[in-house]
């Protein structure tokens, strides 16, 4: 029988709305990242782990009625998201494919761009599945990623629990066979294999306890504290301390919240 793999972060409806206030936290970090790219109308363009599609949507618009874009997802919840999306709009050059990429046929030599945001860290074997996906780029097809090298993350005032998030949140994607740190090795990985780097930013993003990505982070700690004690990353004495820490910070008007470092990596292939 063929091992049943899930998204750690999980797919429901509480984790749509999470990822949904979360694209629009980071939307003008992705859309500076993809006005770089300068995607040209009518390109081929693959998003893989397209989630709801909130970044499906802004590459349809930028290809146009003259392009198409693949979503592959292997989440049937959120890739209905964006299914009605389509119907709403009336797009017909969207393909939609419910999978891993791992377990898809990708055409080879195919695709202009490839984008995939808070994907490859998350995945079992990220060498492996960066190489399946630049195999279907066309030459001179671009490539681009946006993730974790997971660090840097930080809430000032410092001097209680949550000063060690950074290696508590790294150990949960660990538990779940994620590399919180892979997109650090992604350049390494274009040089052995023929993909021009073409663009490596850091990230961050911080605010004070009423700032839209201090509320990022809030959504995420009040859902997956309790995952990480239920995966033995933090006992629930460690989970309730890091949550009272939090919510001190969440009441204090001198809080600033530093989120973790998101790398922007693109690469062209030869």
Wanted: with cysteine; hydrophobic share 35%.
């Amino acid at each position: 029988m063929k091992e049943k793999k899930e998204y750690l972060l999980g797919s429901n409806q509480a984790e749509y709305d999470r990822l949904k206030f979360q694209h629009n936290v980071w939307k003008e970090v992705t859309d500076g990242f993809l006005d770089k790219v300068q995607i040209k109308e009518g390109w081929k363009i693959l998003d893989a782990g397209a989630g709801p599609g909130f970044v499906s949507e802004e590459l349809r618009e930028r290809t146009g009625e003259s392009g198409e874009v693949t979503v592959l997802e292997p989440s049937e919840f959120f890739m209905n998201h964006f299914r009605e999306t389509c119907r709403n709009r009336n797009w017909k050059n969207c393909i939609f494919i419910n999978s891993f990429v791992e377990e898809t046929d990708l055409k080879k030599n195919y695709y202009d761009f490839i984008f995939l945001r808070w994907v490859i860290d998350f995945v079992k074997d990220p060498g492996k599945f960066l190489l399946t996906l630049t195999e279907s780029l066309k030459q001179g097809g671009i490539i681009g990623i946006m993730d974790y090298a997971y660090g840097g993350i930080s809430l000032y005032p410092k001097g209680g629990p949550f000063d060690n998030i950074s290696e508590i949140v790294s150990n949960y994607y660990r538990s779940g066979g994620s590399d919180p740190l892979f997109a650090a090795k992604i350049p390494y990985i274009f040089k052995k294999n023929n993909i021009e780097l073409t663009g490596l930013t850091p990230v961050s993003l911080a605010g004070d306890n009423e700032s839209d990505v201090f509320e990022w982070a809030n959504k995420f700690f009040q859902i997956h504290m309790q995952f990480m004690v239920e995966k033995n990353v933090i006992t629930q004495k460690e989970s309730e301390e890091l949550m009272k820490d939090w919510n001190n910070h969440k009441n204090n008007p001198e809080t600033i919240f530093i989120s973790p470092t998101v790398l922007n990596v693109s690469g062209k292939k030869s």
